[in-house]
């Protein structure tokens, strides 16, 4: 799978900008970003639901998609939802009584009769099991590092629209630098290998360690 330098535009807005990194069947890529950083119309010109304004998607087989929100019919069972892929069940529950993780991973079953190359789950949670036995490239997004870490190679970092880190995880620590501009306080984020932003306001800064979580929201707020 490859995405070159993938743009979208909706009303005139720039949701998503250059946005280009390659992923083999074998790696396993976490999207990382807070709520509005591109995630979801991302996930979905990866799906193929969308279109990007500009630039390619190269896609080497079939992707499984599990939005971040799943939607089925509210009224049907569990039972009738599996028996459209041949598989039977006795869960007679209706999908409106399932919960958000539950129908998450229905999604997902419904899927693999295909034999997806590709998983692709927007706004992870709950389905590690799934995740760690499908045999192809994995992409997870979440606002938060954490959920995902244990389970992904690397990491891409977003905020608004564009890469702005793109790390493995021995790259995903990172510290806040603190300078006093024009009587008020700017916050910078570095990765902690990286000391570009604290030689350049060598003592007249305050650095602190930030873990990945904090950063992603240090990111959003645009210090």
């Known amino acids: 799978m490859e995405l070159r330098n993938v743009s979208l535009s ?60 799943p939607l089925l019919p509210p009224n049907y069972t569990v039972r009738e939802v599996l028996g459209f892929i041949g598989e039977k069940s006795n869960d007679n529950r209706k999908i409106k009584e399932l919960s958000y993780v539950e129908v998450k991973k229905l999604i997902y079953k419904l899927q693999m009769p295909l034999k997806p ?13 799934e995740v760690r036995e499908f045999k ?32 493995g995880k021995s ?14 306080d700017k916050y910078y984020l570095e990765n902690i290998a990286d000391d570009t932003i604290e030689r350049k306001f060598k003592g007249r800064c305050e650095v602190r360690e930030v873990g990945f979580d904090e950063a992603i929201i240090f990111l959003e707020n645009g210090f």
């Open 117 to 129: 190359d590709y998983l692709l789950i927007d706004e992870f949670v709950g389905m590690e099991e």
């Open 171 to 184: 790259g995903s620590k990172f510290k806040v630098v603190k300078v006093k501009e024009d009587g008020q």
């Open 10 to 69: 909706i009303s005139g807005v720039k949701v998503l900008q250059n946005i280009s990194f390659k992923l083999s069947k074998g790696e396993r890529l976490g999207i990382v970003g807070y709520h509005g950083s591109g995630k979801t119309v991302l996930s979905e010109i990866i799906a193929g639901l969308r279109k990007p304004t500009s630039g390619e998607v190269l896609i080497d087989g079939k992707v499984n998609y599990v939005p971040q929100v």
């Open 136 to 167: 192809g490239g994995v992409i997870l997004t979440t606002h938060k590092p954490s959920r995902i870490y244990d389970l992904v190679d690397f990491f891409i970092v977003l905020s608004k629209g564009r890469i702005v880190f793109i790390t």
